[in-house]
């Protein structure tokens, strides 16, 4: 029931009923945070009867009461969404104390020192998340308390000083608020539970949704449980830990506990916590009991609750537990949030363990996460000039200028820099900074602490906890070893180790693990569409073999040109005056295109190969400066001055829309005739070294009428038979076009009379169906989005309804005429998972995407085929 109880509610709702050991509470569910929002900060009328009731209920099972100055019954109040929000919404513990009730606690633990110490921290939260009076007051006061009398550590501190520390933190409340600090249990809870509907709309929250695209609409409930202490002394202790490690996937318990602390402590990774088990802390060299050696009683029963719980749900769990005086109680358990690599070996192991089909273990890995797997790692061979270690927060090497704050991070990212977030610790407020940064290094807290789990989600190098690094934020400083280093001096983290390093590095590809091979394998067998590559060089076909590519859907010919030697050549090609002057150019650029397509069809042995004539928005060709001009004249024997002046006829106003794609060997066939000549002529030579049939796809681009297609094809059509002749050989090729414009799509029955295949360009589809130029909408298309116009830019992920409608009717048309059309899509939707989906859904043969994208698009094939819908779908 998450939608109603939110993730947290539900969960201990479901240990409940499994006999676990949680402490009794109530959920209020999202419904009434609805309810709140909808009218004026205001609750459902029965609400406060319904409260007093399940309190009085909760009493009943604790032997408690709420209020009681003899024998109170104690309450934490939480918020819980029903996606996992980690730490954007607000949390207040111990609630129910006061004067009085504090001193029955005391009465009852037998322990005056913990009574205060729970009470100064419920004073804390109280002020800091109800009444607005922020923490940081309270740690002051307290470290001034602790200067005063020469401690250090708050264990030093006495129950006669924490009443004068209490006595302190509610003169500060007084002062501050003009108000005592509220001893009325009832006005207490009710200031919590409106606090943390509050939480829902606070800044953090919002940004923390914008960026998982998780609806406002869902709300958050409030779960009221008894306490449980995990500050009562020596035998008393809270832990958080995974069911298996969230970095690596391996299968053993992982995490940290804290003896004699409340959970806070461990969040906010002030105190140094201790490992769970006994393998950990060996590994670790920590000279700190493990809690297998602490407690051992409660670690057996741990051990017993987690493998239930991987059971019940068949998955990694993230757990939160209190030990009270040597009784464990479980106080969350969720799906634990992980990295893209232990996601596949969780899912594979899982898989292989009989908790999971093969089938769910492909729908257990979010395709879009296995770009954390590309991530580059530090090349082995590079001298390391380690600075600092931390711990492995996160997988992934990053290099970039030093940022100490995360404005300061997202202010330097939007210029184009690549900065390294540089924080002693972080915390909710930083998401924008985390966002913008290519990697995080913290100075404190664990590998639970808040920059290590948001940083895992996000896919970013993290090292945390780097205890040895100063930082001083007032002079923008960093020092560690007796080195210092400034804001803008660019360092490099290692997150698979845990190393800070100076300099920039030289990085590595990525190498994959085997259960990344298994689990494409397993996706392999179930997905329909075909993937292959857009490639437009030896190196690009290699990236998509090794990646499983199933041919190159698209060979962007014109890129093939860009090298200073050959650009020349092409603009020799297009600014010739005449045919003469332009064949010459021809003839120089054949051999350079057939070397490059015999290099293009070795690599891909066989697998299909579409190549697209050339399709050059002429600007991007066109000299610009003097310099460039001179020299293509030098080459051309013609005045440079004649040469500007044909450049400036061809310059356009919207080279987008203008003399581009198939327009190009309308006018001069010369072109295609070329190309195409080098690319049978490529198919002879490969297919003679290798004994493989070559069959090349050639595909005319920005094709808006049969016409214009008909009489390319003719031309490409003649020149394989004039290439057979010559080289008295027979090849198998096809002719097909691609489909982006709206006329294409629309008059695709007419054109697949011809055409052998259809490939959507869905990039231009979608610059002509919005009518937005692809190279000037990023200036406002961040506003359409954030201001909930568009969903999602339309540029990454396929408008379905619109540009989606005109694909849908060009396949259904061309297949009408030509029944088996082979269909794919080779715009960059054809990496995004969701586009993926859609492609699937409408029966397309292939996707064709980036190399780096082809395990995405493997992975989302496989999901849409075991019917996974994409997000924001019914
Ligand atoms: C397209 O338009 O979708 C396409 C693949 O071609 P290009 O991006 O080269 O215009
Ligand atoms: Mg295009």
């Known amino acids: 029931m998450r939608e109603l109880l939110g993730g947290k509610g539900a969960n201990l709702a479901e240990m409940a009923n499994l006999g676990l050991p949680v402490p009794p509470g109530f959920t209020i569910p999202t419904s009434v945070c609805n309810y709140f929002y909808d009218h004026a900060k205001s609750y459902p009328k029965d609400l406060k009867a319904q409260v007093e009731k399940a309190l009085a209920y909760v009493g009943k099972l604790t032997g408690k009461t709420f209020g009681d100055p003899n024998n109170p019954l104690l309450v934490s109040v939480r918020s819980g969404a029903r996606a996992s929000m980690p730490g954007m919404m607000d949390t207040v513990l111990n609630l129910g104390l006061n004067d009085e009730t504090v001193e029955a606690l005391a009465a009852l633990s037998g322990d005056k020192r913990f009574a205060y110490d729970s009470y100064r921290r419920f004073i804390t939260m109280y002020s800091d998340v109800v009444i607005g009076f922020e923490h940081h007051h309270f740690e002051e006061i307290l470290d001034t308390y602790k200067d005063s009398k020469g401690h250090v550590l708050d264990t030093d501190l006495t129950a006669e000083d924490w009443v004068e520390i209490v006595d302190q933190y509610k003169d500060a409340v007084r002062k501050e608020t003009g108000e005592d600090f509220p001893q009325d249990p009832h006005a207490q809870l009710w200031g919590a539970i409106g606090a943390v509907f509050g939480s829902w709309m606070n800044a953090r929250a919002v940004t923390y949704r914008q960026l998982h695209a998780i609806p406002e609409s869902w709300g958050t409930a409030v779960n009221v449980q008894a306490m449980v202490f995990g500050n009562m002394g020596e035998t008393s202790a809270t832990g958080v830990a995974f069911t298996r490690n969230p970095s690596t996937g391996a299968k053993q318990l992982y995490g940290e506990f804290l003896i004699n602390a409340q959970g806070e402590d461990v969040v906010a990774g002030i105190r140094t916590p201790q490992e769970i088990t006994e393998a950990a802390r060996k590994d670790s060299g920590s000279d700190k009991p493990s809690m297998e050696a602490a407690m051992p009683d409660a670690f057996k029963e741990l051990t017993r609750i987690y493998t239930l719980l991987e059971k019940h749900y068949r998955d990694m769990q993230d757990l939160e537990f209190t030990v009270e005086q040597g009784k464990l109680w479980m106080l969350q358990t969720r799906s634990g949030k992980r990295t893209a690599k232990a996601a596949l070996r969780i899912a594979v192991d899982l898989a292989n363990e009989g908790l999971i089909s093969r089938k769910d273990a492909v729908l257990r890995v979010d395709p879009a996460s296995l770009d954390q797997l590309l991530h580059p790692t530090i090349d082995p061979a590079a001298k390391r000039d380690v600075i600092a270690t931390g711990l492995p927060a996160s997988p992934g090497a990053a290099s970039g200028e030093i940022v100490f704050s995360s404005d300061e991070a ?236 044909r450049a400036r006829d061809l310059s356009e106003f919207n080279p987008m829309l203008g003399f581009r794609g198939c327009r190009l060997a309308i006018v001069y066939p010369e072109i295609a005739e070329m190309q195409a000549r080098a690319i049978f002529e490529a198919a002879i030579v490969v297919n003679k070294r290798t004994g493989k049939a070559v069959v090349p796809e050639v595909m005319v681009p920005l094709v808006a009428t049969k016409a214009e297609f008909d009489m390319i094809k003719a031309r490409i059509d003649a020149t394989a038979q004039s290439v057979m002749r010559d080289q008295g050989a027979q090849i198998k090729y096809e002719v097909g076009t691609m489909i982006e414009l709206p006329r294409a799509a629309l008059m695709a029955g007419e054109i697949a009379k011809t055409a052998e295949f259809f490939s959507f360009g869905t990039n231009d589809l979608t610059q002509t169906t919005y009518g937005i130029s692809r190279d000037d909408a990023g200036s406002f298309l961040g506003a359409y989005v954030s201001r909930g116009i568009l969903e999602i830019d339309p540029f990454i992920s396929l408008d379905r309804d619109g540009v989606g409608e005109l694909v849908k009717i060009g396949v259904e048309r061309g297949r009408k005429t030509r029944s088996g059309l082979k269909v794919g899509i080779c715009g960059e939707h054809g990496g995004d998972p969701a586009s993926v989906t859609f492609c699937h859904e409408i029966g397309l043969n292939y996707v064709s995407c980036s190399p780096y994208r082809v395990p995405i698009a493997r992975l989302a094939a496989a999901q849409a085929a075991l019917g996974k819908k994409a997000e924001g779908q019914a």
């Open 410 to 645: 997202a202010k330097l990212q939007a210029d184009g820099r690549k900065v390294i977030l540089v924080r002693v610790e972080t915390s909710p407020e930083d998401i924008h900074g985390m966002h913008a940064a290519e990697g995080i290094l913290t100075t404190r807290g664990g590998m639970t602490s808040h920059a290590a789990v948001v940083a895992r989600g996000m896919g970013k190098p993290c090292v945390s906890g780097a205890g040895t690094i100063r930082v001083d934020y007032g002079r923008g400083l960093m020092t560690a070893g007796g080195r210092s280093f400034k804001a803008g001096d660019v360092i490099t983290i290692d997150g698979g180790v845990g190393q800070v390093l100076a300099g920039r590095m030289p990085m590595l590809e990525p190498e994959l693990a085997d259960e990344f091979g298994t689990l494409m394998g397993w996706a392999d067998e179930v997905r329909k569409l075909k993937v292959r590559a857009n490639a437009d060089t030896p190196e690009d076909a290699r990236v998509a073999i090794k990646f499983g590519g199933e041919g190159i859907g698209l060979c962007r010919t014109e890129h093939m040109f860009f090298e200073e030697t050959r650009i020349r050549t092409v603009r020799e090609m297009i600014l010739a005056d005449d045919e003469q002057k332009r064949r010459a150019a021809l003839a120089k650029l054949l051999p350079m295109q057939r070397a490059d397509f015999v290099e293009l069809f070795e690599i891909m042995q066989g697998l299909p190969v579409t190549i697209r004539l050339l399709d050059p928005p002429l600007h991007e060709f066109l000299p610009h400066t003097q310099a460039e001009i001179e020299e293509v004249a030098r080459a051309m024997e013609t005045d440079p001055r004649k040469l500007a002046d």
